[in-house]
């Protein structure tokens, strides 16, 4: 029998869960798409681009057939600019495989990895398969670890701590949803523990209503550039962005366009490096100094 704080959180779900588009589909291109989005960007923005993006790419087919150019300039605010490369070429695997059918399919497109394979398949087969992300292992890991601050170092403990309460049952395919939610809305970094309905048998509630739950150092930034304010992926992104409004640009002239604080002297073997990184990557392609959106 399932521990009752699992259909605790399901009848919370089923009252207080998110009106998000992609719930009201099991199409698993639509699933797929909004997972990608989903990754390291907010739901805020996600919702301003997810239907246009259908709009634009109705399909698996769609998409496969697109230009990189074209899937660049409609990939616009979602930031992480390989992804939408990384949908291309699920896309493309789909057309030659087939739509997957098991969680080892879902792993095989590219750009998925565990979580988003995991989630795309409990939502498009209605199987109970747990997918972990922030919010999960946040909620999860306090309610039935008692971890305050749970990293991916527990994910392992939070699987078997919900498979000992039992975690399984056909209707708990819903339930790595209904912890994202709850962990959103309640179960926050600073959590709302007097409004929270497993306050009572939380194992973190209570040292953070006596205020004793310590919260950890931060993990280490990504490296930044000497005299540069952010880390390069930033400017990476801005070089994509001049790109997707103009034709082309010039590798001679753009740092001052990216970066206020850009030196020629200093800094034209960065942003050259920058720009060899984008071509590797297949954003844009490079002609001597000037460089464009790729268009394969």
Avoid at 129 to 155: C, H, K, M, Q, W
């Amino acid at each position: 029998m399932a521990d009752p704080r699992l259909l605790r959180l399901l009848r919370w779900f089923a009252k207080h869960k998110r009106r998000l588009p992609w719930r009201n589909t099991r199409d698993s291109y639509r699933i797929y798409i909004s997972e990608i989005m989903l990754q390291q960007t907010q739901v805020p923005r996600v919702l301003e681009h997810y239907r246009a993006w259908l709009r634009r790419f109705p399909s698996w087919k769609a998409l496969a057939k697109a230009r990189t150019d074209d899937i660049l300039r409609a990939w616009a605010g979602l930031g992480y600019n390989r992804r939408a490369l990384h949908a291309r070429d699920a896309a493309r695997h789909v057309l030659r495989h087939g739509v997957p059918k098991t969680l080892e399919e879902w792993m095989r497109l590219k750009g998925a990895g565990s979580y988003t394979a995991r989630a795309a398949y409990a939502i498009v087969s209605r199987k109970p398969v747990l997918a972990i992300d922030t919010n999960v292992r946040r909620a999860a890991g306090r309610i039935f670890l008692g971890i305050p601050y749970p990293s991916p170092e527990n994910d392992a403990r939070i699987e078997k701590a919900l498979a000992k309460a039992g975690f399984g049952a056909p209707s708990h395919w819903a339930l790595a949803q209904a912890f994202m939610d709850f962990g959103t809305a309640i179960c926050r970094s600073k959590p709302n523990c007097g409004a929270c309905p497993f306050a009572a048998d939380c194992m973190a509630a209570q040292e953070f209503l006596s205020g004793s739950a310590a919260k950890p150092k931060p993990r280490r930034a990504e490296t930044v550039r000497a005299g540069k304010r952010y880390p390069d992926r930033i400017y990476r992104g801005r070089i994509v962005e001049i790109l997707r409004t103009q034709q082309y640009a010039d590798l001679r002239t753009i740092g001052a366009n990216i970066d206020p604080s850009y030196c020629h002297a200093h800094d034209a073997a960065w942003i050259t490096n920058m720009a060899n990184r984008l071509v590797k990557d297949g954003l844009i392609g490079r002609r001597g100094f000037r460089i464009f959106l790729a268009m394969e």
